[in-house]
């Protein structure tokens, strides 16, 4: 079935540092994927989204490429700061299931002044 | 800016117990969803909901689970008879379609003794 893996945490990185969390997906054909961001003691919102291969999602200083033929989903940031500190989850849209989300284990990031 | 609200923010039951968990989806969203998240680990599909029934169900939403939209606002989570292993936060979301771009609530965590 479609899975998501994404790198263990936490990930400890001191502020204006750049960070990449890995995301690595297995799917039939081209699912969307997401990167969904969940603060301290908050629920979870969509940070930013890709549709089709080759596509970067954007926001807030966030960028990930769809590659397709490397099965990733790779999400980056040139200079964190210390209000990025938050669990970062990979997902992808199952069209398999009935449009599940196929949610990867989550990645904690904490960013220290 | 609209948002999806989940009441209340915590529950504490005995075991056994029956709990309703109540969410206020985005008004003009026609798609809803209940995931839930036990403490560390991944977030977990839980069910699906459209045009009044249920969409697609996952293998932990069993017969102790039920849904139901009881008016044109509210969307309820039931759990028949809690178990130890049900503590977990719950999550609902809506959307305005099969995107994967959920909006997503706060959570209530649930606390079973």
Known sequence: ?113 | EPEVTQTPSHQVTQMGQEVILRCVPISNHLYFYWYRQILGQKVEFLVSFYNNEISEKSEIFDDQFSVERPDGSNFTLKIRSTKLEDSAMYFCASSEEWSGTLDFGDGTRLSIL
């Open chain 1, 1 to 113: 079935g479609n899975s998501v893996t994404q790198m263990e945490g936490p990930v400890t990185l001191s502020e204006e540092a750049f960070l990449t969390i890995n995301c690595t997906y297995t799917a039939t054909g081209y699912p969307s994927l997401f990167w969904y961001v969940q603060y301290p003691g908050e629920g979870l919102q969509l940070l930013l989204k890709a549709t089709k291969a080759d596509d970067k999602g954007s926001n807030k200083g966030f960028e990930a490429t769809y590659r397709k033929e490397t099965t990733s989903f790779h999400l980056e940031k040139g200079s964190v700061q210390v209000s990025d500190s938050a669990v970062y989850f990979c997902a992808l849209l199952d069209m398999d299931s009935n449009y599940q989300l196929i949610w990867g284990a989550g990645t904690k990031l904490i960013i220290k002044p």
